[in-house]
């Protein structure tokens, strides 16, 4: 794997596969010098929200329900030990109080862990994990041993995330810099990354979506509209509905959109990750149906990649209960309604709208976190 190094000092693989296969061929390297060695696994530390949250892990496929995340401040033992940057070592699972997450390790055969805090200058980046199926086999010594693997697992983790997260916070630059005078810009793409996460999340076993995929997914669903900040202000902020002249340029925000996201991935050297052809079918496909009757292509069916249609049914469903100029937001209920609707049109995949109505409660909390502005407000 060939290292791409950005002017920000950022290095990161060029061309990577998913951070799953890395680690299963590092655990099996690392066998060699622990053969009791089960497990490898990265729990991500979200700055924004801090949580921990799993994100990569050697034995995915045999733990495809393991989507786990918890505030950090409801693990006092691992907090204390990324404060003082030390390891945690777990000589037996079963003495541990019982969790939700403890009891699945278990249930696993998992019975010892050690607790790796990474840091990458001075910012806390998550814990990797060892598990082993036997007691007693983890010590500061066999983690000595492992160190070299270990810091490859932190360099693929976190660089990659790192670099995920750099084409995001260009994306917001840009957004920022339009000024297109949305004030629910903001509101609308935290509302649409928390439908994403939580359509995704919801269908993960279906489609074998790993911890990495569901979480940018959800990021990069939040900038899946930058192509409209080449668009003309005035009818980006068009105070009634469109004729068809005006509908037909506001399409060409897709186009615009995918051109920019080759602008930035070329500024970063285009890197060949899996994440990032999530991002492309994001741009370009999320405003196809299932019908063939969306844009640009007119693709149908199974043409459209699952990525694309999760976010589909995201942008629908805050379309439907955003307030427009020309009309009041929707209830929950009635979009949900209209969904379904959708659905028998062929126009929806059925399990991202099932994903929604199982999940109505939710999503009211959240729209009270991320409202919707009236526009009489203004």
């Not at 030390?86 to 403890?102: C, F, T």
């Not at 500024?267 to 009757?293: K, R």
């Amino acid at each position: 794997m060939n290292t791409q190094y950005l002017p920000s000092e950022l290095s990161y693989y060029q061309m990577a596969d998913s951070l799953n296969t890395q680690l299963q061929r590092l655990k099996s390297r690392m066998q060699a010098h622990l053969p009791e060695l089960d497990r490898v696994s990265f729990a991500l530390f979200d700055q924004q929200h801090k949580v921990l949250k799993t994100y990569a892990d050697s034995a995915f496929w045999s733990l495809r329900q393991a989507h786990y995340e918890a505030p950090m401040n409801e693990l006092p033992a691992l907090m204390h030990c990324a404060l003082q940057k030390e390891n945690r070592i777990i000589d037996d699972l079963a003495s541990l109080p019982s969790s939700k997450h403890v009891e699945m390790l278990l249930s696993y055969g998992y019975r010892s862990s050690a607790a790796i805090p990474c840091y990458e200058k001075d910012c806390f980046k998550g814990f990797i994990f060892l598990n082993s199926r036997t007691v007693n086999v983890f010590s500061e010594h066999s983690i000595e041993l492992l160190m070299p693997y270990i810091n490859m697992i932190k360099f693929s983790v976190v660089s990659e995330n790192d670099i995920v997260h750099l084409i995001a916070s260009t994306a917001r630059q840009l957004f920022d810099e339009a000024n297109l005078g949305l004030k629910d810009s903001q509101a609308h793409k935290e509302r649409i990354g928390y439908y994403t996460k939580l359509i995704a999340s919801y269908i993960a076993d279906d489609y074998g979506f790993d911890d990495e995929t569901v979480e940018h997914l959800s990021l990069f669903a939040q900038f899946h509209d930058i192509g409209k900040v080449r668009l003309p202000e005035q009818l980006i902020c068009q105070h009634c509905q469109l004729d068809e002249v005006e509908r037909a340029q506001m399409r060409d925000y897709i186009q615009h959109g995918m051109d920019i996201v080759d602008d930035i991935l070329d500024s970063f050297g285009f890197p060949q990750h899996p994440s990032i052809m999530l991002l492309t079918e994001i741009m370009a496909y999320h405003q196809e149906y299932l019908d063939g009757s969306g844009y640009p292509k007119g693709l149908s069916g199974e043409q459209i990649p699952i990525s694309a249609r999760i976010v589909t049914t995201a942008n629908v469903f805050d379309a439907l209960t955003a307030h427009r100029p020309y009309r009041q937001a929707w209830s929950i209920p009635h979009a949900m309604l209209e969904l379904e609707k959708m659905v028998n049109q062929g126009k929806l995949d059925r399990q991202c709208v099932n994903a929604l109505r199982e999940h109505q409660y939710d999503i009211s909390v959240e729209r009270d976190k991320y409202p919707e502005y009236d526009p009489k407000d203004f």
